[in-house]
C-alpha cells in the first residue's frame, strides 16, 4: 500500500497536468470545431472544468476502446505464444465485438467498429509478440526500445480518435453534456434583455418561437431549444432545431448567461404548449372577421411548420386552443363590441385551421381588450395610438403537445 501511495505522489504532477491539457483539448475542440463559439469570461478559477472535462471524456473513451480490446483479446488471445485457449475469453470477445458491431449499424459508419478493433490489435501485439530484451542488453537500446513501445501505444490508443472524427465529436458532445454544459431539448427562462434579443431574430428572419409566457412577457419561456453552452462565462449559446434556414442550419442565438435559466421538465410525457401569435392586421382588415389572403397564407405556413415539429420531435398534438384579443378602442358599430370582434376573429381562425387539419380538437376563445400586451399613452395622436395598439390586435394560437 505505501508502495502504490509514493508511486502516486511521484506521478501525480504529471498525471495532472496530462488530465488538464486533455482537458484543455476537449473543451477546445468543443468550442472550436463542434459549437464554434467562444465564451468570453472564463477565469482562470474556472480552470477546474479541464480535469473534469478530460474525465468525462476519459470515461466514454475508455469504455468504448476497452470494449475493442476485450473483443480483439477475447477471440485472438490463443495466437499469443504464450497463452492457452480460454472458452471464457471467447465469448467475452464474440459479445463485445458484438456490441461493437450494434453500434456500428446504428450509426451507420463502419469505422465505428474497425477503428478501436485496430487500435486493440496494434496494442495487444505488443505484450503477445514483442519478447523481453536478455540480460546484459546495453542501456541504450533498452532506452530506445522504450521509447518505441511508448509510441506505438500511444498511436494504438489515439488511431480511433484519428480514424472516426465523427465518434470523437459525439464522446466530446456527450461529455459537454452530462457536466451540464450542453442541454438538449430543454426549455429556457429569459430576462427582459434577452428577450428582446430573441424578438430581434424572430423579427429579422420571420420564424416563430415555440414560448408561451405572461401577457406582459410573451416571450419568457421558450421551448424545445438546444442550450450548446451554459454555465461559464459571460455568453450562452442558444439552437432552436426546428427553425432552419434555407440550407437546413437551425438558427442559433447568443445569449448574457446571467439572463438565461434552464427550465427542467418534469420528463418527456409532460405537455408542452408551443405559442404562436398573430396580428390581426396581418389576418384581417380593419373591423373585419374574414381571413385576407395573407393570413390564409400565414396559417398553412404556420401548420407546415408544425408539421415539420410533429416530425422532429416525435411528439403528438393533443389540443388546440384559438384566442382571439382586440385592442382597448371600441368598436364604433352598433350591437358590437371589442368581445364579440374578437371572437368572430378565432372562430375565423379555427375554421381554417380545421379545413387544413381535421384531426386537430380545437378550442376558440375571446378574450376582447382584457389582456393587452402593449404599454401606450392615451396622450398619442390617433395615427400613432393605433400603431402602438397593433400589438394587441392579435389571435394567439397554444398547441398543446405529449410525447408519443
Not at 468543443?30 to 468570453?40: D, R, T, V
Not at 456490441?99 to 451507420?108: H, K, V
Not at 429579422?204 to 416571450?219: A, V
Request: a positive charge; proline letters at 4%.
Amino acid at each position: 500500500m505505501k508502495y502504490l501511495f509514493d508511486l502516486f505522489k511521484a506521478h501525480a504532477a504529471t498525471v495532472l497536468q496530462i488530465t488538464i491539457c486533455v482537458g484543455v483539448f476537449v473543451v477546445f475542440a468543443y468550442w472550436a470545431f463542434i459549437i464554434n463559439f467562444f465564451p468570453a469570461g472564463i477565469t482562470l478559477s474556472e480552470s477546474l472544468l479541464f480535469v473534469f472535462a478530460a474525465l468525462m471524456f476519459g470515461l466514454f473513451y475508455s469504455l468504448w476502446y476497452l470494449m475493442a480490446v476485450a473483443a480483439v483479446h477475447g477471440l485472438f488471445h490463443w495466437r499469443a505464444s504464450q497463452t492457452k485457449f480460454d472458452g471464457g475469453l471467447f465469448i467475452i470477445g464474440i459479445a463485445t465485438a458484438g456490441m461493437l458491431g450494434a453500434a456500428a449499424w446504428s450509426s451507420q459508419n463502419v469505422m465505428v467498429l474497425v477503428a478501436p478493433l485496430l487500435g486493440a490489435l496494434i496494442l495487444l501485439m505488443i505484450p503477445w509478440y514483442w519478447r523481453p530484451l536478455p540480460r546484459g542488453t546495453p542501456s541504450g537500446q533498452v532506452r530506445r526500445r522504450e521509447r518505441d513501445k511508448a509510441l506505438i501505444t500511444l498511436t494504438a490508443i489515439i488511431l480511433p480518435l484519428i480514424f472516426v472524427p465523427e465518434i470523437t465529436s459525439k464522446l466530446i458532445s456527450n461529455s459537454m453534456q452530462r457536466l451540464g454544459f450542453r442541454q438538449m431539448d430543454v426549455s429556457v427562462s429569459l430576462d427582459a434583455a434577452n428577450q428582446k434579443i430573441i424578438k430581434g431574430v424572430v423579427d429579422e428572419f420571420d420564424i416563430k418561437l415555440h414560448s408561451c409566457g405572461s401577457n406582459k412577457n410573451p416571450e419568457q419561456i421558450v421551448h424545445h431549444v438546444n442550450v450548446l453552452w451554459h454555465g461559464l462565462g459571460e455568453r450562452t449559446l442558444i439552437e432552436m432545431p426546428f427553425h432552419a434556414d434555407a440550407s437546413g442550419s437551425p438558427y442559433q442565438v447568443e445569449l448574457n448567461r446571467s439572463g438565461v435559466n434552464i427550465v427542467r421538465r418534469p420528463g418527456s410525457q409532460a405537455s408542452i404548449p408551443l405559442c404562436f401569435s398573430l396580428g390581426n392586421d396581418l389576418l384581417f382588415d380593419t373591423y373585419a372577421s374574414t381571413l385576407t389572403l395573407e393570413g390564409i397564407t400565414a396559417l398553412t405556413t404556420l401548420l407546415e411548420n408544425v408539421k415539420v415539429y410533429e416530425k422532429h420531435s416525435e411528439r403528438l398534438i393533443t389540443a388546440v386552443s384559438v384566442t382571439g384579443h382586440s385592442d382597448r378602442v371600441p368598436v364604433s358599430s352598433a350591437n358590437d363590441s371589442n368581445q364579440k370582434l374578437s371572437r368572430r376573429r378565432a372562430e375565423s381562425v379555427a375554421e381554417h385551421l380545421k379545413a387544413l387539419r381535421p384531426d386537430l380538437h380545437l378550442s376558440v376563445k375571446a378574450a376582447g381588450s382584457q389582456t393587452p400586451v402593449s404599454s401606450c399613452s392615451n396622450s398619442l395622436s390617433k395615427g400613432e395610438l393605433n400603431e402602438c395598439l397593433a400589438i394587441d390586435r392579435r389571435v394567439e394560437i397554444v398547441i398543446q403537445t405529449k410525447a408519443k
